[in-house]
């Protein structure tokens, strides 16, 4: 595995001042005055600059950074062959608009994420900026192709915030509210959870209910499925609390796409480029989406969204959709540059730790009594956190407080859903780091349940 060179004081936290530090209370004010107020800060960090998987603040306090960028720095923060590409082909040329023009890096990279992609089967690529409108691409790919209007999007699922995106994404009310209408012809059906079935159903029968009421319900009460383009999940839902399916739902929704002529869209944005231990967390229950949006992690950082589909799905004409951003010759450089860190050991470290740190989180719902369950592949870990074992009821401001505790100490994280935890370090965090992460989490955990 590449290593990114740190010295001892890149390794682990170090914090000089009290936080936040007088710095960042400066410019924490200055943004109140001029930034949206849109945006969720969960905390007070002012980041200056990062190594690996540290963060340094304004007032010099470092952190160990376990949210990279939401699942964006791959390989770390200023990977030294990420700096390189993006130095190099900056100096080469900046911009230059694939949507009118041809440039080699563009082609490199569409072949790459062929035969990366699940499926052997030839594909194309739709270069965007970001998660988003890899996934508004998608839509509009899919009923082009197809002919048909609607999609199928599930509760808890996040795809993104423009109006198309926005249509898929029932995460949260206030992500919607104000902003309709949205648009038509899309619906939602209830997404796996065995923790808490959105039907009632126990665990082991949650991912069979759920395709039941899919199949039984919403296509024969809501939708034929002779209208339906596309069915859009992600294999892992992020947002929604990192909740993890069983692999017999996943497989279910990709046979009933078969069945009746429906594509299936996987929204890998944050659980694609290797963070589950495999390219693909689809590759975890063999399915094969038509269609694949990444995003986040693909360019460690640089904005990159990319729609890779099945070749003679992509076949619309010139000017049926374009960017004129999407794949800038710098992102797709560090793209390049990030995919080779991941085939040179990340994707293993992430197996590798993943496992390391699941075998260290096994006992801490018996021994936590917030903690309701732990569950997640590779380096997407996520820790709900619950008021009650045998209720289950949700804990969202134990979860925001826990939050807070760790970043007083010197571990950044970040919440998902409405009352879970989530660990999303750059795969290039080594278990000395691990430790360091867990020890704090745990001291932070233990002081919130004490004070509940």
């Given at each position: 595995?590449?290593?990114?060179?740190?010295?001892?004081?890149?390794?682990?936290?170090?914090?000089?001042?009290?936080?936040?530090?007088?710095?960042?209370?400066?410019?924490?004010?200055?943004?109140?005055?001029?930034?949206?107020?849109?945006?969720?800060?969960?905390?007070?960090?002012?980041?200056?600059?990062?190594?690996?998987?540290?963060?340094?603040?304004?007032?010099?306090?470092?952190?160990?950074?376990?949210?990279?960028?939401?699942?964006?720095?791959?390989?770390?923060?200023?990977?030294?062959?990420?700096?390189?590409?993006?130095?190099?082909?900056?100096?080469?040329?900046?911009?230059?608009?694939?949507?009118?023009?041809?440039?080699?890096?563009?082609?490199?990279?569409?072949?790459?994420?062929?035969?990366?992609?699940?499926?052997?089967?030839?594909?194309?690529?739709?270069?965007?900026?970001?998660?988003?409108?890899?996934?508004?691409?998608?839509?509009?790919?899919?009923?082009?192709?197809?002919?048909r209007k609607n999609f199928i999007a599930f509760h808890g699922c996040f795809h993104g915030r423009?109006?198309?995106?926005?249509?898929?994404?029932?995460?949260?009310?206030?992500?919607?509210?104000?902003?309709?209408?949205?648009?038509?012809?899309?619906?939602?059906?209830?997404?796996?959870?065995?923790?808490?079935?959105?039907?009632?159903?126990?665990?082991?029968?949650?991912?069979?209910?759920?395709?039941?009421?899919?199949?039984?319900?919403?296509?024969?009460?809501?939708?034929?499925?002779?209208?339906?383009?596309?069915?859009?999940?992600?294999?892992?839902?992020?947002?929604?609390?990192?909740?993890?399916?069983?692999?017999?739902?996943?497989?279910?929704?990709?046979?009933?796409?078969?069945?009746?002529?429906?594509?299936?869209?996987?929204?890998?944005?944050?659980?694609?480029?290797?963070?589950?231990?495999?390219?693909?967390?689809?590759?975890?229950?063999?399915?094969?989406?038509?269609?694949?949006?990444?995003?986040?992690?693909?360019?460690?950082?640089?904005?990159?969204?990319?729609?890779?589909?099945?070749?003679?799905?992509?076949?619309?004409?010139?000017?049926?959709?374009?960017?004129?951003?999407?794949?800038?010759?710098?992102?797709?450089?560090?793209?390049?540059?990030?995919?080779?860190?991941?085939?040179?050991?990340?994707?293993?470290?992430?197996?590798?730790?993943?496992?390391?740190?699941?075998?260290?989180?096994?006992?801490?719902?018996?021994?936590?009594?917030?903690?309701?369950?732990?569950?997640?592949?590779?380096?997407?870990?996520?820790?709900?956190?619950?008021?009650?074992?045998?209720?289950?009821?949700?804990?969202?401001?134990?979860?925001?407080?826990?939050?807070?505790?760790?970043?007083?100490?010197?571990?950044?994280?970040?919440?998902?859903?409405?009352?879970?935890?989530?660990?999303?370090?750059?795969?290039?965090?080594?278990?000395?780091?691990?430790?360091?992460?867990?020890?704090?989490?745990?001291?932070?955990?233990?002081?919130?349940?004490?004070?509940?």
């Amino acid at each position: 595995m590449t290593k990114t060179p740190m010295t001892l004081e890149w390794k682990l936290p170090q914090l000089k001042t009290p936080l936040p530090g007088p710095e960042a209370q400066r410019i924490v004010k200055l943004d109140a005055r001029y930034i949206s107020p849109s945006y969720t800060r969960s905390y007070p960090l002012v980041a200056k600059r990062g190594r690996g998987a540290v963060i340094e603040d304004v007032d010099g306090n470092r952190f160990l950074d376990f949210a990279a960028g939401i699942a964006v720095v791959a390989t770390g923060h200023c990977h030294p062959e990420v700096v390189e590409a993006v130095q190099k082909q900056a100096a080469e040329l900046i911009h230059m608009s694939g949507t009118d023009f041809y440039y080699e890096n563009m082609v490199t990279l569409a072949e790459k994420l062929e035969a990366l992609a699940p499926g052997k089967f030839a594909k194309r690529v739709f270069y965007g900026n970001s998660g988003t409108e890899a996934i508004e691409a998608a839509m509009k790919l899919a009923r082009y192709a197809t002919g048909r209007k609607n999609f199928i999007a599930f509760h808890g699922c996040f795809h993104g915030r423009t109006y198309g995106a926005l249509s898929l994404t029932a995460s949260k009310t206030r992500q919607r509210d104000r902003f309709g209408p949205l648009v038509p012809g899309v619906y939602h059906a209830p997404y796996s959870y065995p923790y808490r079935c959105p039907l009632g159903a126990p665990p082991e029968k949650c991912g069979e209910a759920c395709l039941n009421y899919l199949e039984n319900v919403i296509l024969k009460t809501t939708t034929s499925p002779e209208e339906v383009a596309a069915i859009v999940v992600e294999p892992i839902q992020g947002e929604g609390g990192y909740v993890v399916p069983p692999q017999a739902f996943l497989q279910g929704l990709e046979r009933l796409c078969r069945q009746h002529g429906m594509l299936l869209i996987a929204d890998e944005v944050q659980s694609g480029m290797g963070r589950t231990g495999k390219w693909w967390a689809s590759e975890h229950a063999g399915i094969t989406p038509d269609i694949l949006c990444v995003a986040k992690g693909i360019a460690s950082g640089l904005p990159l969204g990319v729609c890779i589909a099945r070749a003679d799905l992509m076949n619309w004409p010139p000017g049926a959709h374009a960017s004129t951003f999407g794949g800038n010759p710098v992102a797709v450089a560090a793209s390049l540059a990030t995919i080779r860190l991941l085939e040179g050991g990340l994707i293993e470290n992430a197996r590798r730790l993943g496992e390391y740190i699941f075998a260290k989180l096994a006992d801490w719902p018996r021994r936590h009594k917030l903690v309701g369950e732990v569950r997640g592949r590779g380096l997407m870990i996520g820790l709900e956190l619950v008021k009650d074992k045998q209720t289950r009821e949700r804990a969202p401001k134990e979860r925001d407080a826990v939050v807070e505790a760790a970043f007083q100490r010197g571990l950044l994280l970040l919440g998902c859903g409405p009352n879970t935890l989530r660990m999303m370090p750059p795969l290039i965090v080594d278990q000395e780091q691990v430790d360091c992460a867990l020890g704090l989490l745990e001291d932070a955990l233990t002081q919130v349940e004490k004070s509940t």
